[in-house]
């Protein structure tokens, strides 16, 4: 089992999502559980596409951290 970060994104009208460790694989949603949702699918296709082509999948290398400003 491999476990990716993934950074969701608030846009005016609705939420996206995409993994940096993972190029290409997105996904959007009205509501953050929806892209949530919508993501997960699109990682496990992509994945899926990825083995039968024979492809190595991505690594997940990604970490995420937080600064802090005054």
Do not use: C, Q, S
């Given at each position: 089992?491999?476990?990716?970060?993934?950074?969701?994104?608030?846009?005016?009208?609705n939420?996206?999502?995409?993994s940096p460790?993972?190029?290409g694989c997105i996904?959007?949603?009205?509501?953050?559980p929806e892209?949530?949702?919508?993501?997960?699918?699109?990682l496990e296709s992509h994945v899926e596409g990825l083995l039968l082509e024979g492809l190595p999948t991505p690594e997940p290398i990604s970490?995420?951290?937080r600064v802090a400003i005054a």
């Open positions: 089992m491999k476990e990716y970060l993934v950074i969701y994104e608030k846009a005016e009208h939420w996206a999502a995409y460790d993972v190029p996904a959007t949603g009205a509501t953050r892209v949530e949702r919508n993501f997960r699918e699109a970490e995420v951290g």
